[in-house]
Protein backbone atom coordinates (compact mmCIF):
# COMPACT_ATOMS: atom_id res chain seq x y z
CA UNK A 1 0.00 0.00 0.00
CA UNK A 2 1.17 3.20 -0.80
CA UNK A 3 2.41 5.57 1.53
CA UNK A 4 0.30 8.39 2.79
CA UNK A 5 1.03 11.95 1.01
CA UNK A 6 3.20 14.23 3.96
CA UNK A 7 3.97 17.56 4.34
CA UNK A 8 6.15 17.27 0.75
CA UNK A 9 2.59 17.08 -0.85
CA UNK A 10 1.25 19.89 0.38
CA UNK A 11 2.00 22.21 -2.33
CA UNK A 12 0.86 19.60 -5.53
CA UNK A 13 -1.90 19.13 -7.65
CA UNK A 14 -4.16 16.61 -6.81
CA UNK A 15 -2.61 15.42 -10.32
CA UNK A 16 0.39 15.47 -9.90
CA UNK A 17 -0.11 13.83 -5.97
CA UNK A 18 -1.48 10.85 -8.09
CA UNK A 19 1.52 10.75 -10.45
CA UNK A 20 3.77 10.42 -7.85
CA UNK A 21 1.65 7.69 -5.93
CA UNK A 22 1.97 5.54 -9.03
CA UNK A 23 5.40 6.54 -9.50
CA UNK A 24 6.27 5.26 -5.60
CA UNK A 25 4.25 1.88 -6.62
CA UNK A 26 6.04 0.92 -9.84
CA UNK A 27 9.65 2.07 -8.76
CA UNK A 28 9.10 0.78 -5.03
CA UNK A 29 11.28 3.69 -3.80
CA UNK A 30 9.91 4.09 -0.04
CA UNK A 31 10.98 7.71 0.36
CA UNK A 32 8.63 10.19 -1.34
CA UNK A 33 10.59 13.01 -1.40
CA UNK A 34 12.79 11.50 -3.69
CA UNK A 35 9.78 10.22 -6.11
CA UNK A 36 9.41 13.67 -6.10
CA UNK A 37 12.67 14.77 -7.61
CA UNK A 38 12.62 12.38 -9.79
CA UNK A 39 9.51 12.59 -11.34
CA UNK A 40 10.45 16.69 -11.26
CA UNK A 41 13.95 15.99 -13.54
CA UNK A 42 12.01 14.26 -15.47
CA UNK A 43 9.00 16.93 -15.74
CA UNK A 44 6.34 14.63 -14.55
CA UNK A 45 6.70 11.90 -17.19
CA UNK A 46 5.88 8.95 -14.94
CA UNK A 47 7.20 6.63 -17.87
CA UNK A 48 10.34 8.62 -18.47
CA UNK A 49 11.10 9.13 -14.74
CA UNK A 50 10.36 4.66 -14.17
CA UNK A 51 12.39 3.69 -17.38
CA UNK A 52 15.39 5.92 -16.43
CA UNK A 53 15.05 4.85 -12.33
CA UNK A 54 14.36 0.85 -12.75
CA UNK A 55 17.34 -1.32 -13.73
CA UNK A 56 16.77 -3.51 -16.60
CA UNK A 57 17.71 -6.72 -15.15
CA UNK A 58 16.47 -8.64 -17.91
CA UNK A 59 16.88 -7.86 -21.91
CA UNK A 60 13.56 -7.04 -23.51
CA UNK A 61 11.86 -9.96 -24.90
CA UNK A 62 8.43 -10.77 -26.70
CA UNK A 63 5.52 -11.20 -24.71
CA UNK A 64 5.30 -15.46 -23.90
CA UNK A 65 2.95 -17.24 -25.62
CA UNK A 66 1.80 -21.18 -23.87
CA UNK A 67 3.13 -24.33 -25.27
CA UNK A 68 1.19 -26.26 -27.17
CA UNK A 69 2.30 -29.58 -25.68
CA UNK A 70 1.47 -27.78 -22.11
CA UNK A 71 -2.15 -27.15 -21.30
CA UNK A 72 -1.42 -26.15 -17.55
CA UNK A 73 0.57 -23.38 -18.43
CA UNK A 74 -0.45 -19.46 -17.63
CA UNK A 75 0.78 -17.59 -20.51
CA UNK A 76 1.84 -14.01 -19.95
CA UNK A 77 -0.05 -11.34 -20.99
CA UNK A 78 0.77 -9.23 -23.82
CA UNK A 79 3.11 -5.62 -23.05
CA UNK A 80 1.75 -2.65 -23.66
CA UNK A 81 4.66 -0.95 -22.47
CA UNK A 82 8.44 -1.08 -21.91
CA UNK A 83 7.81 -0.91 -18.25
CA UNK A 84 6.24 -4.61 -18.33
CA UNK A 85 9.58 -6.10 -19.04
CA UNK A 86 11.33 -4.09 -15.93
CA UNK A 87 12.15 -6.16 -12.85
CA UNK A 88 10.72 -4.55 -10.13
CA UNK A 89 12.94 -4.41 -6.38
CA UNK A 90 12.27 -7.17 -4.06
CA UNK A 91 12.56 -6.85 -0.69
CA UNK A 92 14.96 -9.93 0.85
CA UNK A 93 15.03 -9.06 4.42
CA UNK A 94 11.50 -7.71 5.66
CA UNK A 95 11.12 -7.36 9.35
CA UNK A 96 8.99 -10.47 9.69
CA UNK A 97 9.08 -13.52 7.18
CA UNK A 98 8.18 -17.48 7.16
CA UNK A 99 10.72 -19.77 6.79
CA UNK A 100 10.33 -23.84 6.84
CA UNK A 101 13.40 -25.97 6.42
CA UNK A 102 13.50 -29.42 6.27
CA UNK A 103 16.73 -31.04 6.67
CA UNK A 104 17.67 -33.97 5.18
CA UNK A 105 18.07 -36.76 7.75
CA UNK A 106 18.98 -40.71 7.39
CA UNK A 107 16.17 -42.57 8.61
CA UNK A 108 17.80 -45.00 10.25
CA UNK A 109 20.18 -46.01 13.33
CA UNK A 110 22.52 -47.61 10.75
CA UNK A 111 21.60 -44.16 8.62
CA UNK A 112 23.13 -42.06 11.37
CA UNK A 113 25.87 -44.25 12.00
CA UNK A 114 26.88 -44.59 7.90
CA UNK A 115 26.78 -40.54 8.46
CA UNK A 116 28.98 -40.22 11.23
CA UNK A 117 31.44 -42.29 9.75
CA UNK A 118 31.15 -40.85 6.02
CA UNK A 119 31.07 -37.22 7.73
CA UNK A 120 34.64 -35.74 7.84
CA UNK A 121 35.18 -37.38 4.12
CA UNK A 122 32.02 -35.53 3.06
CA UNK A 123 33.38 -32.45 4.34
CA UNK A 124 36.74 -32.85 2.93
CA UNK A 125 35.47 -33.71 -0.26
CA UNK A 126 33.07 -30.84 -0.20
CA UNK A 127 35.59 -27.88 0.80
CA UNK A 128 37.89 -29.59 -1.55
CA UNK A 129 34.96 -29.91 -4.65
CA UNK A 130 34.52 -25.70 -3.78
CA UNK A 131 38.21 -25.29 -4.10
CA UNK A 132 38.29 -26.69 -7.43
CA UNK A 133 35.14 -24.38 -8.34
CA UNK A 134 36.14 -21.36 -7.53
CA UNK A 135 39.74 -22.05 -9.44
CA UNK A 136 37.78 -23.32 -12.33
CA UNK A 137 35.48 -20.43 -12.14
CA UNK A 138 38.60 -17.83 -12.29
CA UNK A 139 39.36 -18.93 -15.36
CA UNK A 140 36.04 -19.71 -16.89
CA UNK A 141 33.37 -18.34 -16.22
CA UNK A 142 30.26 -19.76 -15.13
CA UNK A 143 28.06 -19.86 -18.19
CA UNK A 144 25.15 -19.92 -16.07
CA UNK A 145 26.21 -16.27 -14.93
CA UNK A 146 25.29 -14.78 -18.15
CA UNK A 147 21.67 -13.80 -19.00
CA UNK A 148 21.12 -14.11 -22.70
CA UNK A 149 17.49 -15.96 -22.91
CA UNK A 150 15.37 -15.80 -19.95
CA UNK A 151 12.14 -16.68 -21.74
CA UNK A 152 13.63 -19.63 -23.80
CA UNK A 153 15.22 -21.02 -20.15
CA UNK A 154 11.45 -20.85 -18.50
CA UNK A 155 9.97 -22.32 -21.83
CA UNK A 156 12.75 -25.20 -21.92
CA UNK A 157 12.34 -25.65 -18.10
CA UNK A 158 8.75 -26.31 -18.75
CA UNK A 159 8.91 -28.48 -21.99
CA UNK A 160 11.59 -30.80 -20.02
CA UNK A 161 9.33 -31.07 -17.01
CA UNK A 162 6.48 -31.90 -18.54
CA UNK A 163 7.98 -34.39 -20.79
CA UNK A 164 9.63 -36.15 -17.34
CA UNK A 165 6.67 -35.62 -14.70
CA UNK A 166 3.77 -34.56 -17.21
CA UNK A 167 1.19 -31.91 -17.08
CA UNK A 168 -0.81 -32.71 -13.47
CA UNK A 169 0.73 -29.76 -11.87
CA UNK A 170 -0.07 -26.03 -10.94
CA UNK A 171 -0.38 -24.03 -14.05
CA UNK A 172 2.88 -22.46 -14.71
CA UNK A 173 3.37 -19.02 -15.42
CA UNK A 174 5.16 -19.06 -18.91
CA UNK A 175 7.17 -15.68 -18.88
CA UNK A 176 10.41 -14.61 -16.81
CA UNK A 177 10.98 -13.60 -13.54
CA UNK A 178 10.02 -9.93 -13.70
CA UNK A 179 7.18 -10.00 -15.39
CA UNK A 180 5.87 -12.78 -12.98
CA UNK A 181 6.45 -10.50 -10.23
CA UNK A 182 4.90 -7.59 -12.31
CA UNK A 183 1.99 -9.86 -12.87
CA UNK A 184 1.63 -10.42 -9.53
CA UNK A 185 1.96 -6.59 -8.39
CA UNK A 186 -0.26 -5.73 -10.96
CA UNK A 187 -3.05 -8.59 -10.30
CA UNK A 188 -1.96 -8.39 -6.65
CA UNK A 189 -1.36 -11.71 -6.03
CA UNK A 190 0.70 -13.81 -4.18
CA UNK A 191 4.26 -15.50 -6.13
CA UNK A 192 4.76 -18.85 -5.72
CA UNK A 193 8.15 -19.25 -6.88
CA UNK A 194 10.11 -23.11 -7.14
CA UNK A 195 13.60 -23.23 -7.85
CA UNK A 196 14.05 -26.71 -9.53
CA UNK A 197 17.42 -28.67 -9.28
CA UNK A 198 17.65 -31.97 -11.67
CA UNK A 199 20.67 -33.19 -9.57
CA UNK A 200 19.35 -33.44 -6.13
CA UNK A 201 18.27 -36.39 -4.57
CA UNK A 202 15.15 -35.27 -3.18
CA UNK A 203 13.68 -33.62 -6.58
CA UNK A 204 11.87 -36.68 -8.09
CA UNK A 205 9.88 -37.36 -4.96
CA UNK A 206 9.15 -33.51 -4.45
CA UNK A 207 7.94 -33.46 -7.94
CA UNK A 208 5.91 -36.54 -8.61
CA UNK A 209 4.36 -36.89 -5.03
CA UNK A 210 3.89 -32.97 -3.99
CA UNK A 211 4.38 -30.92 -6.96
CA UNK A 212 1.71 -32.87 -9.17
CA UNK A 213 -0.85 -33.98 -6.52
CA UNK A 214 -4.17 -32.93 -7.22
CA UNK A 215 -4.67 -31.15 -3.92
CA UNK A 216 -1.77 -28.95 -4.21
CA UNK A 217 -2.47 -28.48 -8.11
CA UNK A 218 -5.83 -27.11 -6.67
CA UNK A 219 -4.98 -25.79 -4.02
CA UNK A 220 -2.22 -23.13 -6.08
CA UNK A 221 -4.61 -22.89 -9.15
CA UNK A 222 -6.92 -21.11 -7.23
CA UNK A 223 -4.66 -18.95 -4.40
CA UNK A 224 -1.92 -18.14 -6.27
CA UNK A 225 0.64 -17.41 -9.44
CA UNK A 226 3.09 -19.83 -9.48
CA UNK A 227 6.53 -19.42 -11.57
CA UNK A 228 9.22 -22.00 -11.40
CA UNK A 229 12.47 -22.40 -13.72
CA UNK A 230 15.76 -24.99 -13.40
CA UNK A 231 19.17 -23.78 -11.36
CA UNK A 232 20.96 -25.36 -14.23
CA UNK A 233 19.54 -22.50 -16.81
CA UNK A 234 21.05 -18.20 -16.77
CA UNK A 235 17.36 -17.30 -15.23
CA UNK A 236 17.04 -19.86 -12.79
CA UNK A 237 20.65 -19.37 -11.29
CA UNK A 238 20.50 -15.45 -11.21
CA UNK A 239 16.98 -15.96 -9.20
CA UNK A 240 18.75 -18.44 -6.76
CA UNK A 241 21.51 -15.92 -6.40
CA UNK A 242 18.97 -12.83 -5.55
CA UNK A 243 16.12 -15.35 -3.00
CA UNK A 244 19.83 -17.00 -1.59
CA UNK A 245 18.53 -20.51 -1.01
CA UNK A 246 20.16 -23.00 0.80
CA UNK A 247 19.03 -25.94 0.06
CA UNK A 248 15.90 -28.11 -2.48
CA UNK A 249 13.87 -28.07 -3.31
CA UNK A 250 13.08 -24.29 -2.56
CA UNK A 251 9.57 -22.60 -3.23
CA UNK A 252 9.43 -18.81 -2.02
CA UNK A 253 6.30 -16.45 -1.92
CA UNK A 254 6.40 -13.08 -2.82
CA UNK A 255 3.81 -10.58 -2.65
CA UNK A 256 3.33 -6.47 -2.61
CA UNK A 257 4.03 -5.14 1.22
CA UNK A 258 4.60 -2.17 2.27
CA UNK A 259 4.25 -1.07 -1.42
CA UNK A 260 7.05 -3.17 -2.50
CA UNK A 261 7.81 -6.99 -3.52
CA UNK A 262 8.85 -8.24 -0.35
CA UNK A 263 9.50 -12.36 0.19
CA UNK A 264 7.32 -12.92 2.75
CA UNK A 265 7.96 -17.11 3.06
CA UNK A 266 10.56 -19.37 2.42
CA UNK A 267 10.19 -23.31 2.23
CA UNK A 268 13.20 -25.26 1.57
CA UNK A 269 13.70 -29.14 2.01
CA UNK A 270 11.22 -32.48 1.29
CA UNK A 271 7.86 -31.09 1.98
CA UNK A 272 4.68 -33.47 1.34
CA UNK A 273 1.18 -31.72 -0.45
CA UNK A 274 -0.59 -31.87 3.05
CA UNK A 275 2.51 -30.00 4.97
CA UNK A 276 3.24 -27.74 2.15
CA UNK A 277 -0.29 -26.65 1.96
CA UNK A 278 -0.87 -26.09 5.54
CA UNK A 279 2.01 -24.01 5.45
CA UNK A 280 1.35 -21.49 2.58
CA UNK A 281 -2.00 -21.05 4.01
CA UNK A 282 -0.36 -19.67 6.81
CA UNK A 283 1.89 -17.34 4.87
CA UNK A 284 -1.13 -16.13 3.00
CA UNK A 285 -3.37 -15.31 6.01
CA UNK A 286 -0.44 -13.49 7.83
CA UNK A 287 -0.20 -11.37 4.30
CA UNK A 288 -3.75 -10.66 3.59
CA UNK A 289 -4.15 -7.91 5.30
CA UNK A 290 -1.25 -6.30 3.26
CA UNK A 291 -2.80 -6.93 -0.44
CA UNK A 292 -6.36 -6.42 1.07
CA UNK A 293 -5.05 -2.66 2.29
CA UNK A 294 -3.05 -2.60 -1.41
CA UNK A 295 -6.09 -3.44 -3.27
CA UNK A 296 -8.72 -0.68 -1.03
CA UNK A 297 -5.72 1.66 -2.00
CA UNK A 298 -5.87 0.83 -5.65
CA UNK A 299 -9.61 0.80 -5.56
CA UNK A 300 -9.62 4.44 -3.49
CA UNK A 301 -7.51 5.74 -6.43
CA UNK A 302 -9.64 4.03 -9.27
CA UNK A 303 -12.61 5.67 -7.49
CA UNK A 304 -10.57 9.28 -6.99
CA UNK A 305 -9.52 8.93 -10.97
CA UNK A 306 -13.07 8.12 -11.90
CA UNK A 307 -14.68 11.32 -10.12
CA UNK A 308 -11.48 13.45 -11.37
CA UNK A 309 -12.70 12.29 -15.28
CA UNK A 310 -16.27 12.47 -14.21
CA UNK A 311 -15.58 16.26 -12.82
CA UNK A 312 -13.62 16.90 -15.93
CA UNK A 313 -16.32 15.43 -18.37
CA UNK A 314 -18.67 17.67 -16.19
CA UNK A 315 -16.64 20.77 -16.44
CA UNK A 316 -16.19 20.16 -19.92
CA UNK A 317 -19.98 20.06 -20.35
CA UNK A 318 -20.47 23.08 -18.82
CA UNK A 319 -18.21 25.26 -20.50
CA UNK A 320 -19.73 24.01 -23.68
CA UNK A 321 -23.13 25.20 -22.39
CA UNK A 322 -21.37 28.30 -21.62
CA UNK A 323 -19.54 28.71 -24.78
CA UNK A 324 -22.85 28.11 -26.72
CA UNK A 325 -25.09 30.27 -24.72
CA UNK A 326 -22.04 32.95 -25.04
CA UNK A 327 -22.17 32.50 -28.86
CA UNK A 328 -26.38 32.48 -29.38
CA UNK A 329 -26.07 35.59 -26.94
CA UNK A 330 -23.14 36.99 -30.01
CA UNK A 331 -25.21 35.81 -32.74
CA UNK A 332 -28.36 37.28 -31.21
CA UNK A 333 -26.67 40.32 -30.65
CA UNK A 334 -24.99 40.74 -34.11
CA UNK A 335 -28.41 39.91 -35.33
CA UNK A 336 -29.67 42.81 -33.82
CA UNK A 337 -26.69 44.89 -34.64
CA UNK A 338 -27.77 43.58 -38.02
CA UNK A 339 -30.99 44.97 -38.11
CA UNK A 340 -29.43 48.29 -36.54
CA UNK A 341 -27.31 48.87 -39.33
CA UNK A 342 -29.63 48.44 -41.68
CA UNK A 343 -32.40 50.60 -40.64
CA UNK A 344 -29.35 53.49 -40.26
CA UNK A 345 -27.95 52.46 -43.77
CA UNK A 346 -32.24 53.25 -44.61
CA UNK A 347 -31.81 56.12 -42.75
CA UNK A 348 -29.00 57.79 -44.58
CA UNK A 349 -29.76 56.24 -47.64
CA UNK A 350 -33.19 58.07 -47.43
CA UNK A 351 -31.55 61.19 -46.33
CA UNK A 352 -29.20 61.33 -49.50
CA UNK A 353 -31.87 61.21 -51.42
CA UNK A 354 -33.77 63.63 -49.94
CA UNK A 355 -31.19 66.10 -49.86
CA UNK A 356 -30.70 65.22 -53.92
CA UNK A 357 -33.71 65.56 -54.42
CA UNK A 358 -33.85 68.53 -52.62
CA UNK A 359 -30.91 69.63 -54.50
CA UNK A 360 -33.02 68.65 -57.84
CA UNK A 361 -35.67 70.69 -57.12
CA UNK A 362 -33.99 73.81 -56.33
CA UNK A 363 -32.37 73.75 -59.77
CA UNK A 364 -35.68 72.65 -61.36
CA UNK A 365 -37.32 75.70 -59.72
CA UNK A 366 -34.48 78.29 -61.29
CA UNK A 367 -34.83 76.80 -64.60
CA UNK A 368 -38.48 76.67 -64.46
CA UNK A 369 -39.97 79.61 -66.75
CA UNK A 370 -42.17 82.60 -65.38
CA UNK A 371 -45.66 82.22 -65.06
CA UNK A 372 -47.23 84.57 -67.95
CA UNK A 373 -50.39 87.18 -67.72
CA UNK A 374 -53.70 85.68 -67.66
CA UNK A 375 -54.40 88.20 -70.17
CA UNK A 376 -51.89 86.32 -72.81
CA UNK A 377 -53.25 85.05 -75.88
CA UNK A 378 -51.02 82.29 -75.37
CA UNK A 379 -51.33 81.64 -71.79
CA UNK A 380 -53.01 78.09 -71.05
CA UNK A 381 -54.08 78.02 -67.77
CA UNK A 382 -53.41 74.50 -65.98
CA UNK A 383 -54.88 72.86 -63.47
CA UNK A 384 -53.25 69.96 -61.91
CA UNK A 385 -55.10 67.29 -59.20
CA UNK A 386 -52.25 65.61 -56.99
CA UNK A 387 -52.79 62.21 -55.58
CA UNK A 388 -53.67 63.18 -52.44
CA UNK A 389 -56.14 65.48 -53.68
CA UNK A 390 -55.14 69.06 -53.56
CA UNK A 391 -54.84 71.09 -56.76
CA UNK A 392 -52.13 73.07 -58.09
CA UNK A 393 -52.86 75.99 -60.65
CA UNK A 394 -50.92 78.07 -62.86
CA UNK A 395 -50.47 79.72 -66.29
CA UNK A 396 -47.75 78.55 -69.00
CA UNK A 397 -47.53 79.83 -72.39
CA UNK A 398 -48.24 77.01 -75.53
CA UNK A 399 -45.11 77.04 -76.75
CA UNK A 400 -43.46 76.35 -72.97
CA UNK A 401 -42.07 72.60 -72.63
CA UNK A 402 -44.71 69.59 -71.29
CA UNK A 403 -41.73 69.55 -68.97
CA UNK A 404 -42.13 72.90 -67.81
CA UNK A 405 -45.54 71.62 -66.03
CA UNK A 406 -43.52 68.08 -65.12
CA UNK A 407 -40.92 70.80 -63.23
CA UNK A 408 -43.85 72.87 -61.56
CA UNK A 409 -45.65 69.92 -60.05
CA UNK A 410 -41.87 68.12 -59.01
CA UNK A 411 -41.03 71.37 -56.98
CA UNK A 412 -44.01 71.30 -54.95
CA UNK A 413 -43.51 70.03 -51.32
CA UNK A 414 -46.82 67.83 -51.52
CA UNK A 415 -45.86 66.43 -54.86
CA UNK A 416 -44.69 62.47 -55.69
CA UNK A 417 -41.22 61.97 -56.35
CA UNK A 418 -42.03 59.86 -59.02
CA UNK A 419 -45.06 60.31 -61.24
CA UNK A 420 -46.51 60.69 -64.84
CA UNK A 421 -49.00 63.86 -65.77
CA UNK A 422 -52.10 62.21 -67.81
CA UNK A 423 -55.15 63.61 -69.28
CA UNK A 424 -58.71 62.60 -68.38
CA UNK A 425 -60.81 62.83 -71.84
CA UNK A 426 -59.08 61.25 -73.95
CA UNK A 427 -56.88 59.64 -71.44
CA UNK A 428 -53.49 59.25 -72.48
CA UNK A 429 -50.18 60.45 -70.91
CA UNK A 430 -48.12 63.22 -71.59
CA UNK A 431 -44.47 62.33 -72.67
CA UNK A 432 -43.28 65.10 -69.80
CA UNK A 433 -39.48 64.38 -69.62
CA UNK A 434 -36.94 63.71 -72.40
CA UNK A 435 -36.21 60.23 -74.06
CA UNK A 436 -33.77 58.75 -76.22
CA UNK A 437 -36.27 58.67 -79.11
CA UNK A 438 -37.45 62.44 -78.48
CA UNK A 439 -34.81 64.23 -76.40
CA UNK A 440 -36.61 67.54 -76.55
CA UNK A 441 -40.50 66.98 -74.87
CA UNK A 442 -43.40 68.70 -77.04
CA UNK A 443 -44.89 71.46 -75.87
CA UNK A 444 -48.14 72.14 -74.73
CA UNK A 445 -49.31 73.76 -78.17
CA UNK A 446 -47.87 70.17 -80.09
CA UNK A 447 -50.17 68.27 -77.41
CA UNK A 448 -52.96 70.27 -78.28
CA UNK A 449 -53.98 71.52 -75.00
CA UNK A 450 -56.83 74.43 -74.77
CA UNK A 451 -56.67 77.96 -73.10
CA UNK A 452 -57.91 75.68 -69.79
CA UNK A 453 -57.13 72.09 -68.97
CA UNK A 454 -57.18 69.69 -66.34
CA UNK A 455 -54.47 67.36 -65.84
CA UNK A 456 -54.10 64.33 -63.19
CA UNK A 457 -50.69 63.65 -61.50
CA UNK A 458 -50.58 59.56 -61.11
CA UNK A 459 -48.08 58.29 -58.60
CA UNK A 460 -45.26 56.01 -60.17
CA UNK A 461 -43.36 55.47 -57.01
CA UNK A 462 -42.96 51.96 -55.71
CA UNK A 463 -43.96 50.63 -52.43
CA UNK A 464 -40.61 51.01 -50.12
CA UNK A 465 -40.04 54.67 -51.24
CA UNK A 466 -43.94 55.33 -50.78
CA UNK A 467 -43.61 53.63 -47.25
CA UNK A 468 -40.38 55.34 -46.26
CA UNK A 469 -42.47 58.76 -47.36
CA UNK A 470 -45.15 57.80 -44.76
CA UNK A 471 -42.74 57.37 -42.24
CA UNK A 472 -41.08 60.43 -43.30
Known amino acids: MAEAPDEDEADLSHEHTEILLQFQDLAGIDDISRCRQLLQNHNWNIEAAVRDTLNMQEPPSS ?21 RDREPAVNLNPVFVRSY ?78 QALNEAKRDLKFLLVYLHSWDHQDTRQFCTQTLCSETFRVYVDTNLLFWAVSVDTPEGYRVSQALRETSYPFLGVVVLRDNRMTVVGRLEGLHSADQLIERLTRIVRDNETSLLAARLDREHRRQS ?19 EKDRRKQAEKDKIQKIEDEKIEKVLEKQRKKEEIEKLKAERREGLPPEPDSTDPDAIHVVLKLPNGDRLERNFLAQDSLQAIHDYVFIQPLSPTQFQIMTNFPRRVLPCLPTRDCPDPRTLLDMGLTKKELLYVQDTGDDDESEEDDLG
Open 305 to 323: QQLRQEQDVAYEESLQADR
Open 101 to 178: VIPRTPRSWVSWAWSVVLLPFRFTFTSILDILKFIYGIFIPDPRRMVTDPLGDVRRFLTRFNTTYGSNHPAMYEGTYG
Open 63 to 83: PPSSLSQSPTLHPSPPSSSSL
